[in-house]
Protein backbone atom coordinates (compact mmCIF):
# COMPACT_ATOMS: atom_id res chain seq x y z
CA UNK A 1 0.00 0.00 0.00
CA UNK A 2 2.93 2.35 0.91
CA UNK A 3 4.63 1.96 -2.30
CA UNK A 4 1.17 2.73 -4.02
CA UNK A 5 0.98 5.79 -2.18
CA UNK A 6 4.44 6.97 -3.33
CA UNK A 7 4.07 6.41 -6.76
CA UNK A 8 0.99 8.21 -6.80
CA UNK A 9 2.41 11.47 -4.68
CA UNK A 10 5.32 11.35 -6.96
CA UNK A 11 3.30 11.49 -10.27
CA UNK A 12 1.22 13.99 -9.21
CA UNK A 13 3.77 16.25 -7.59
CA UNK A 14 5.05 16.72 -10.90
CA UNK A 15 1.96 18.68 -12.24
CA UNK A 16 1.54 20.41 -8.33
CA UNK A 17 0.85 24.37 -8.92
CA UNK A 18 0.66 24.32 -12.85
CA UNK A 19 -2.67 23.75 -14.67
CA UNK A 20 -3.71 19.93 -14.85
CA UNK A 21 -3.01 18.07 -17.77
CA UNK A 22 -6.06 16.61 -18.98
CA UNK A 23 -4.23 14.49 -21.73
CA UNK A 24 -2.33 12.64 -19.08
CA UNK A 25 -5.46 12.03 -16.46
CA UNK A 26 -6.96 9.88 -18.29
CA UNK A 27 -3.60 7.70 -18.84
CA UNK A 28 -3.02 7.92 -15.08
CA UNK A 29 -6.68 6.47 -13.83
CA UNK A 30 -6.82 3.90 -16.31
CA UNK A 31 -3.19 3.15 -14.59
CA UNK A 32 -4.19 3.55 -11.02
CA UNK A 33 -7.99 2.93 -11.21
CA UNK A 34 -7.65 -1.26 -10.61
CA UNK A 35 -5.78 -0.90 -7.81
CA UNK A 36 -7.03 1.78 -5.78
CA UNK A 37 -10.83 -0.15 -6.43
CA UNK A 38 -8.76 -3.18 -5.21
CA UNK A 39 -7.51 -1.86 -1.85
CA UNK A 40 -10.48 0.62 -1.28
CA UNK A 41 -12.62 -0.22 1.38
CA UNK A 42 -16.10 -1.36 -0.20
CA UNK A 43 -19.15 1.19 0.45
CA UNK A 44 -22.43 0.10 0.77
CA UNK A 45 -25.04 2.38 -0.49
CA UNK A 46 -28.04 3.36 1.65
CA UNK A 47 -31.08 1.19 1.15
CA UNK A 48 -33.64 3.96 0.00
CA UNK A 49 -36.53 1.29 -1.10
CA UNK A 50 -37.92 1.08 -4.67
CA UNK A 51 -35.70 3.97 -6.91
CA UNK A 52 -37.40 6.42 -9.34
CA UNK A 53 -36.06 4.29 -12.17
CA UNK A 54 -37.54 1.56 -11.53
CA UNK A 55 -40.61 3.57 -11.04
CA UNK A 56 -40.47 5.04 -14.39
CA UNK A 57 -39.47 1.54 -15.99
CA UNK A 58 -43.08 -0.01 -14.29
CA UNK A 59 -44.94 2.91 -15.40
CA UNK A 60 -43.56 2.52 -18.87
CA UNK A 61 -44.46 -0.74 -19.02
CA UNK A 62 -47.83 -0.48 -17.94
CA UNK A 63 -48.63 2.50 -20.34
CA UNK A 64 -46.87 0.43 -23.21
CA UNK A 65 -49.07 -2.47 -22.18
CA UNK A 66 -52.05 -0.38 -21.93
CA UNK A 67 -51.33 1.30 -25.44
CA UNK A 68 -50.81 -1.60 -27.03
CA UNK A 69 -53.88 -3.62 -25.99
CA UNK A 70 -56.15 -0.73 -27.02
CA UNK A 71 -54.60 -0.60 -30.41
CA UNK A 72 -55.58 -4.48 -30.91
CA UNK A 73 -58.83 -3.63 -29.73
CA UNK A 74 -59.57 -0.69 -32.00
CA UNK A 75 -57.84 -2.93 -34.56
CA UNK A 76 -60.18 -5.92 -33.98
CA UNK A 77 -63.37 -3.45 -34.16
CA UNK A 78 -61.89 -1.67 -37.27
CA UNK A 79 -59.97 -3.52 -39.13
CA UNK A 80 -58.98 -0.95 -41.51
CA UNK A 81 -58.75 1.54 -39.11
CA UNK A 82 -54.68 2.04 -40.17
CA UNK A 83 -55.33 2.84 -43.72
CA UNK A 84 -55.37 5.65 -45.66
CA UNK A 85 -57.05 6.11 -49.29
CA UNK A 86 -59.46 3.35 -48.58
CA UNK A 87 -62.29 3.32 -51.12
CA UNK A 88 -65.60 2.47 -49.57
CA UNK A 89 -68.41 2.19 -52.73
CA UNK A 90 -72.03 3.04 -52.14
CA UNK A 91 -73.64 0.03 -50.19
CA UNK A 92 -76.27 -1.92 -52.07
CA UNK A 93 -79.32 -3.99 -50.66
CA UNK A 94 -80.78 -7.29 -51.55
CA UNK A 95 -83.67 -6.17 -50.37
CA UNK A 96 -85.92 -2.90 -48.92
CA UNK A 97 -85.75 -3.20 -45.13
CA UNK A 98 -89.17 -3.06 -43.53
CA UNK A 99 -89.97 0.99 -43.26
CA UNK A 100 -92.34 3.15 -42.24
CA UNK A 101 -93.44 5.17 -45.60
CA UNK A 102 -94.76 8.55 -43.89
CA UNK A 103 -96.06 10.26 -47.41
CA UNK A 104 -95.25 9.86 -51.20
CA UNK A 105 -95.19 12.88 -53.77
CA UNK A 106 -96.33 11.61 -57.16
CA UNK A 107 -95.93 13.74 -60.26
CA UNK A 108 -97.87 11.77 -63.45
CA UNK A 109 -95.41 13.56 -65.58
CA UNK A 110 -92.16 12.03 -64.25
CA UNK A 111 -89.81 10.06 -66.78
CA UNK A 112 -87.28 9.50 -64.80
CA UNK A 113 -88.36 6.05 -63.48
CA UNK A 114 -86.42 6.15 -60.50
CA UNK A 115 -87.67 4.88 -57.52
CA UNK A 116 -86.78 6.40 -54.71
CA UNK A 117 -87.15 6.65 -50.82
CA UNK A 118 -85.74 9.60 -48.88
CA UNK A 119 -85.27 9.30 -45.06
CA UNK A 120 -85.25 12.85 -43.59
CA UNK A 121 -86.25 15.23 -40.96
CA UNK A 122 -88.40 17.67 -42.29
CA UNK A 123 -86.54 20.90 -41.53
CA UNK A 124 -82.58 19.21 -41.84
CA UNK A 125 -81.27 22.15 -44.06
CA UNK A 126 -79.29 18.72 -45.98
CA UNK A 127 -82.73 16.84 -46.14
CA UNK A 128 -84.19 20.37 -47.38
CA UNK A 129 -81.30 20.73 -50.57
CA UNK A 130 -82.25 16.71 -51.65
CA UNK A 131 -86.58 17.78 -51.61
CA UNK A 132 -85.41 20.97 -53.39
CA UNK A 133 -83.75 19.18 -56.07
CA UNK A 134 -86.47 16.68 -56.30
CA UNK A 135 -89.44 18.75 -56.61
CA UNK A 136 -87.79 21.23 -58.95
CA UNK A 137 -86.93 18.13 -61.40
CA UNK A 138 -90.31 17.15 -61.14
CA UNK A 139 -89.37 13.58 -59.45
CA UNK A 140 -91.64 11.31 -57.35
CA UNK A 141 -90.37 9.91 -54.39
CA UNK A 142 -91.14 8.09 -50.93
CA UNK A 143 -90.51 9.97 -47.67
CA UNK A 144 -89.54 8.18 -44.59
CA UNK A 145 -89.96 10.94 -41.41
CA UNK A 146 -87.50 9.91 -38.55
CA UNK A 147 -87.44 11.15 -35.26
CA UNK A 148 -84.39 12.88 -34.58
CA UNK A 149 -84.27 11.80 -31.41
CA UNK A 150 -85.36 8.25 -31.09
CA UNK A 151 -84.27 7.35 -35.08
CA UNK A 152 -86.28 4.31 -34.82
CA UNK A 153 -86.50 4.08 -38.78
CA UNK A 154 -83.14 4.04 -39.29
CA UNK A 155 -82.41 1.68 -37.17
CA UNK A 156 -81.60 -1.26 -39.41
CA UNK A 157 -78.94 1.21 -41.19
CA UNK A 158 -74.99 0.99 -39.94
CA UNK A 159 -75.24 4.47 -40.89
CA UNK A 160 -77.28 6.77 -38.69
CA UNK A 161 -77.58 10.19 -40.92
CA UNK A 162 -80.05 11.62 -42.68
CA UNK A 163 -80.80 12.49 -45.07
CA UNK A 164 -80.41 8.96 -46.75
CA UNK A 165 -81.55 7.56 -49.90
CA UNK A 166 -82.69 3.94 -51.24
CA UNK A 167 -82.96 4.07 -54.64
CA UNK A 168 -83.73 1.14 -57.05
CA UNK A 169 -81.14 0.19 -59.66
CA UNK A 170 -81.80 -2.10 -62.59
CA UNK A 171 -81.23 -5.17 -60.95
CA UNK A 172 -83.72 -4.68 -58.29
CA UNK A 173 -81.25 -4.41 -55.39
CA UNK A 174 -81.59 -0.51 -53.77
CA UNK A 175 -78.42 1.92 -53.76
CA UNK A 176 -78.21 3.76 -50.17
CA UNK A 177 -76.66 7.05 -50.16
CA UNK A 178 -76.48 9.40 -47.29
CA UNK A 179 -74.30 12.69 -48.60
CA UNK A 180 -76.94 15.40 -49.78
CA UNK A 181 -74.51 16.88 -52.12
CA UNK A 182 -73.71 13.70 -53.48
CA UNK A 183 -77.01 12.01 -53.76
CA UNK A 184 -78.14 15.58 -55.86
CA UNK A 185 -74.57 14.55 -57.88
CA UNK A 186 -76.02 10.87 -58.31
CA UNK A 187 -79.27 11.83 -59.63
CA UNK A 188 -78.25 14.96 -61.94
CA UNK A 189 -75.85 12.80 -63.57
CA UNK A 190 -78.76 9.92 -63.52
CA UNK A 191 -81.26 12.51 -65.39
CA UNK A 192 -78.52 13.86 -68.26
CA UNK A 193 -77.75 9.78 -69.04
CA UNK A 194 -81.18 7.79 -67.92
CA UNK A 195 -79.78 4.81 -70.67
CA UNK A 196 -76.78 4.34 -68.56
CA UNK A 197 -77.75 2.50 -64.50
CA UNK A 198 -78.04 4.40 -62.05
CA UNK A 199 -75.64 1.43 -59.91
CA UNK A 200 -73.34 2.24 -62.31
CA UNK A 201 -73.20 5.99 -61.99
CA UNK A 202 -73.04 5.45 -58.14
CA UNK A 203 -70.02 3.37 -58.05
CA UNK A 204 -68.42 6.69 -59.00
CA UNK A 205 -69.07 8.36 -55.95
CA UNK A 206 -67.18 6.19 -53.41
CA UNK A 207 -65.92 7.04 -49.50
CA UNK A 208 -62.52 7.90 -49.55
CA UNK A 209 -60.58 7.27 -46.40
CA UNK A 210 -57.80 9.88 -44.72
CA UNK A 211 -56.40 11.51 -41.86
CA UNK A 212 -57.42 14.52 -40.69
CA UNK A 213 -55.24 17.65 -38.85
CA UNK A 214 -55.61 15.66 -35.79
CA UNK A 215 -54.57 12.58 -37.18
CA UNK A 216 -58.21 11.24 -37.08
CA UNK A 217 -59.53 8.69 -39.61
CA UNK A 218 -62.22 10.53 -41.60
CA UNK A 219 -64.77 9.26 -44.67
CA UNK A 220 -65.51 11.58 -47.36
CA UNK A 221 -66.91 11.32 -51.01
CA UNK A 222 -64.51 13.32 -52.07
CA UNK A 223 -65.58 14.38 -55.53
CA UNK A 224 -69.29 15.01 -54.58
CA UNK A 225 -69.71 18.19 -56.55
CA UNK A 226 -68.97 16.65 -59.92
CA UNK A 227 -71.91 15.64 -62.31
CA UNK A 228 -70.73 12.02 -64.05
CA UNK A 229 -71.31 13.17 -67.56
CA UNK A 230 -68.60 11.11 -68.83
CA UNK A 231 -68.95 12.00 -73.39
CA UNK A 232 -72.23 13.41 -72.59
CA UNK A 233 -71.73 16.82 -71.07
CA UNK A 234 -74.53 19.18 -72.36
CA UNK A 235 -74.25 21.57 -75.50
CA UNK A 236 -75.18 25.04 -73.35
CA UNK A 237 -72.92 23.31 -70.41
CA UNK A 238 -69.66 25.06 -70.37
CA UNK A 239 -66.15 24.61 -68.38
CA UNK A 240 -66.90 27.68 -66.69
CA UNK A 241 -70.48 27.45 -65.38
CA UNK A 242 -69.39 23.87 -64.18
CA UNK A 243 -66.56 25.25 -61.94
CA UNK A 244 -68.62 28.02 -60.88
CA UNK A 245 -71.45 25.73 -59.56
CA UNK A 246 -69.32 23.82 -58.29
CA UNK A 247 -67.54 26.49 -56.21
CA UNK A 248 -71.07 28.05 -54.91
CA UNK A 249 -72.29 24.41 -54.04
CA UNK A 250 -69.25 24.07 -52.07
CA UNK A 251 -69.62 27.23 -50.03
CA UNK A 252 -73.51 25.98 -49.35
CA UNK A 253 -71.99 23.26 -47.81
CA UNK A 254 -68.69 24.58 -45.61
CA UNK A 255 -70.51 28.33 -44.81
CA UNK A 256 -73.49 29.06 -45.05
CA UNK A 257 -75.20 25.73 -43.57
CA UNK A 258 -72.97 26.77 -40.51
CA UNK A 259 -74.66 29.96 -39.66
CA UNK A 260 -78.14 28.21 -39.14
CA UNK A 261 -77.91 26.58 -35.87
CA UNK A 262 -76.72 29.71 -34.42
CA UNK A 263 -79.31 32.06 -35.81
CA UNK A 264 -82.00 29.60 -35.28
CA UNK A 265 -81.28 28.33 -31.70
CA UNK A 266 -79.79 31.47 -30.30
CA UNK A 267 -81.28 31.45 -27.10
CA UNK A 268 -83.18 28.62 -25.41
CA UNK A 269 -86.71 30.90 -26.27
CA UNK A 270 -85.47 31.01 -30.32
CA UNK A 271 -84.83 27.03 -30.10
CA UNK A 272 -87.88 25.85 -28.48
CA UNK A 273 -89.96 28.99 -31.01
CA UNK A 274 -88.03 27.09 -33.62
CA UNK A 275 -88.74 23.27 -33.17
CA UNK A 276 -92.39 24.01 -32.51
CA UNK A 277 -92.14 25.27 -36.13
CA UNK A 278 -90.58 22.16 -36.99
CA UNK A 279 -93.37 20.41 -35.86
CA UNK A 280 -95.71 22.35 -37.49
CA UNK A 281 -93.97 21.93 -41.16
CA UNK A 282 -93.29 18.28 -40.16
CA UNK A 283 -96.72 17.75 -39.08
CA UNK A 284 -95.21 15.45 -36.25
CA UNK A 285 -98.50 15.61 -34.56
CA UNK A 286 -99.56 13.39 -37.62
CA UNK A 287 -96.93 10.89 -37.73
CA UNK A 288 -95.84 10.59 -34.22
CA UNK A 289 -97.40 9.72 -30.85
CA UNK A 290 -98.00 12.90 -28.87
CA UNK A 291 -95.33 11.56 -26.23
CA UNK A 292 -92.86 11.87 -28.68
CA UNK A 293 -93.84 14.78 -29.82
CA UNK A 294 -93.26 16.41 -27.31
CA UNK A 295 -89.84 14.86 -26.81
CA UNK A 296 -88.24 15.75 -29.98
CA UNK A 297 -89.65 19.37 -29.25
CA UNK A 298 -88.54 19.70 -25.87
CA UNK A 299 -85.44 17.86 -25.98
CA UNK A 300 -84.20 18.79 -29.48
CA UNK A 301 -84.76 22.34 -28.12
CA UNK A 302 -82.74 22.46 -25.23
CA UNK A 303 -79.84 20.35 -27.24
CA UNK A 304 -79.67 22.20 -30.32
CA UNK A 305 -79.20 25.62 -28.43
CA UNK A 306 -76.71 24.02 -26.72
CA UNK A 307 -74.75 22.64 -29.84
CA UNK A 308 -75.53 26.47 -31.21
CA UNK A 309 -73.23 27.83 -28.56
CA UNK A 310 -70.25 25.42 -29.25
CA UNK A 311 -70.94 25.53 -33.17
CA UNK A 312 -70.58 29.10 -32.78
CA UNK A 313 -67.40 28.94 -30.92
CA UNK A 314 -66.04 26.22 -33.44
CA UNK A 315 -66.68 28.68 -36.57
CA UNK A 316 -65.28 31.94 -34.85
CA UNK A 317 -69.01 33.41 -34.81
CA UNK A 318 -69.23 37.05 -33.42
CA UNK A 319 -72.07 37.19 -30.81
CA UNK A 320 -73.71 38.88 -32.86
CA UNK A 321 -74.44 36.00 -35.20
CA UNK A 322 -77.08 37.81 -37.28
CA UNK A 323 -74.57 39.42 -39.14
CA UNK A 324 -72.80 36.63 -40.32
CA UNK A 325 -75.53 35.72 -42.15
CA UNK A 326 -76.73 39.19 -43.40
CA UNK A 327 -73.19 38.93 -44.84
CA UNK A 328 -73.28 35.86 -46.11
CA UNK A 329 -76.56 36.45 -48.41
CA UNK A 330 -75.29 39.56 -49.45
CA UNK A 331 -72.34 37.74 -50.69
CA UNK A 332 -74.87 35.54 -52.90
CA UNK A 333 -76.87 38.66 -54.53
CA UNK A 334 -73.81 40.47 -55.10
CA UNK A 335 -72.78 37.89 -56.92
CA UNK A 336 -76.01 37.64 -58.62
CA UNK A 337 -75.77 41.27 -59.75
CA UNK A 338 -72.42 40.86 -60.88
CA UNK A 339 -73.42 38.59 -63.39
CA UNK A 340 -76.50 39.84 -64.31
CA UNK A 341 -78.28 37.09 -63.55
CA UNK A 342 -81.45 36.34 -62.10
CA UNK A 343 -80.24 32.46 -61.09
CA UNK A 344 -76.81 31.52 -60.25
CA UNK A 345 -77.81 29.54 -63.12
CA UNK A 346 -78.78 32.27 -65.44
CA UNK A 347 -82.38 32.32 -66.45
CA UNK A 348 -83.22 29.05 -64.76
CA UNK A 349 -81.77 27.66 -61.25
CA UNK A 350 -78.86 25.40 -61.43
CA UNK A 351 -77.97 22.70 -58.69
CA UNK A 352 -75.73 25.64 -56.52
CA UNK A 353 -79.15 27.65 -56.75
CA UNK A 354 -80.62 24.53 -55.50
CA UNK A 355 -78.50 24.09 -52.21
CA UNK A 356 -78.43 27.60 -51.51
CA UNK A 357 -82.40 27.74 -51.57
CA UNK A 358 -82.46 24.32 -49.89
CA UNK A 359 -80.45 25.61 -46.87
CA UNK A 360 -82.52 29.02 -46.23
CA UNK A 361 -85.80 26.78 -46.75
CA UNK A 362 -85.02 24.49 -43.56
CA UNK A 363 -85.26 28.21 -41.39
CA UNK A 364 -88.41 29.82 -43.11
CA UNK A 365 -90.95 29.18 -40.14
CA UNK A 366 -87.71 30.75 -37.75
CA UNK A 367 -87.95 34.38 -36.69
CA UNK A 368 -83.71 34.08 -37.97
CA UNK A 369 -85.59 33.83 -41.56
CA UNK A 370 -88.03 36.85 -40.85
CA UNK A 371 -84.76 39.12 -40.06
CA UNK A 372 -82.73 37.66 -43.23
CA UNK A 373 -85.73 38.88 -45.38
CA UNK A 374 -85.77 41.88 -43.87
CA UNK A 375 -82.28 43.01 -43.40
CA UNK A 376 -80.96 41.45 -46.79
CA UNK A 377 -81.81 41.45 -50.37
CA UNK A 378 -82.23 37.72 -50.55
CA UNK A 379 -86.08 37.65 -51.01
CA UNK A 380 -86.58 38.12 -54.48
CA UNK A 381 -84.23 35.54 -55.54
CA UNK A 382 -85.63 33.27 -52.93
CA UNK A 383 -88.74 33.68 -53.87
CA UNK A 384 -88.63 33.07 -57.63
CA UNK A 385 -86.81 30.01 -56.89
CA UNK A 386 -89.46 28.72 -54.82
CA UNK A 387 -92.03 29.52 -56.82
CA UNK A 388 -90.40 27.13 -59.40
CA UNK A 389 -89.74 24.24 -56.48
CA UNK A 390 -93.85 24.38 -55.70
CA UNK A 391 -94.88 24.25 -59.52
CA UNK A 392 -92.71 21.25 -60.31
CA UNK A 393 -93.55 19.08 -57.13
CA UNK A 394 -95.63 15.94 -57.27
CA UNK A 395 -99.01 15.70 -55.57
CA UNK A 396 -98.92 15.14 -52.20
CA UNK A 397 -100.25 11.48 -51.16
CA UNK A 398 -100.45 11.55 -47.35
CA UNK A 399 -99.78 8.03 -44.85
CA UNK A 400 -103.27 7.30 -44.49
CA UNK A 401 -103.97 6.74 -48.22
CA UNK A 402 -100.93 4.74 -48.17
CA UNK A 403 -101.49 0.93 -48.23
CA UNK A 404 -99.40 -1.24 -47.44
CA UNK A 405 -97.65 0.71 -45.01
CA UNK A 406 -94.12 0.20 -46.45
CA UNK A 407 -92.57 1.10 -50.45
Known amino acids: MSTLRAAISRHLGTHCGSRPNVRNTLPLYRSFGPPCRHYGSPVTPKSQGTSTFKLALIGAGIGAASGTAYSIYGNWRDKNSHMEHERIPPKVLRKLPDVRITKKYVNPLDDSDLNIILFQYQTCPFCCKVRAFLDYMGISYSVVEVDAVLRQDIKWSDQKKVPMILV ?100 LAEARETFEWF ?6 DIYFPKW ?116
Open 168 to 267: QQGDGRYIQMTDSSAIISLLASYLNDKDTDIGYLASFYPAISFFDDDSKKRLDILNKYFLMYQDKTPKNVTQDMQENERKWRTWADSHLVHLISPNCYRT
Open 292 to 407: ERNLMVNVGAVAMWGISKMLKRRHGLSDDVRSHIYDALNKWTNELEKRKQKFMGGKQPNLADLAVFGVLNSMEGCEAFGDCMKNTKIGVWYTNVRELVDKNRGDLIRRTDLVPLHA
Open 279 to 284: SKAGEW
